[in-house]
């Protein structure tokens, strides 16, 4: 059992003067002999701000993925790059909120017809699968998207054969499909 000391003080608490006529201010604190050990232990010890400082620099310090390459200069051997551009959110043709934009790459294709491919990152796969849910077909027109990346491919006059091949191939390079839900 730890040794209890009993202290009385002298003067009134934080060192004050005695005020409204109040007696001296006599207080009995019961002091375990194991307070002064554990207080010592305690400052050893991470607190919480520290562990938040700890993990705010450790994921400062993790490496992002590099984006795929999706637009290689020649696509299902018969597509052949023409234009290749990265564009600002605000440069955005399509009907995307700019905030959730990460990054937009635009590139152009010539082959048995033409076509214009866009992909954007987004902030998380949950808004790509809103954009898919949201977006309007149109004709000469396919769009998919693949974990946080939405695809918009827009063609003239093209081999369908040969647009499948390409469609295919940038789904292969986006990786594997997207879980159900």
């Not at 695809?151 to 879980?179: H, S």
């Amino acid at each position: 059992m730890p040794t209890m000391t009993r202290t009385t003080h002298e003067t009134a608490p934080a060192g004050g003067a005695v005020r409204l006529a109040l007696p001296r201010a006599g207080l009995n604190l019961a002091i375990s002999a194991m307070v002064a050990p554990a207080c010592v232990a305690q400052s050893r010890v991470m607190t919480r701000r520290s562990w938040l400082w700890l993990a705010a620099g450790a994921a400062a310090c993790q490496r992002s993925n590099p984006p795929p390459n999706l637009f290689p200069p020649t696509v299902a051997g018969v597509w052949h790059r023409t234009a290749l551009r990265e564009l600002s959110p605000g440069e955005a043709p399509d009907p995307i909120s700019r905030s959730v934009i990460n990054r937009l790459e635009a590139a152009s294709y010539e082959g048995p017809g033409k076509l214009e491919a866009r992909v954007y990152e987004l902030e998380s796969p949950g808004v790509a699968l809103e954009m898919v849910q949201r977006w309007r077909p149109s004709a000469d027109t396919v769009f998919f998207y693949r974990q946080k990346y939405f695809v918009v491919i827009k063609w003239q006059d093209a081999d369908r054969k040969a647009l499948t091949a390409f469609v295919n191939e940038v789904e292969k390079r986006l990786g594997q499909p997207n879980e159900p839900a």
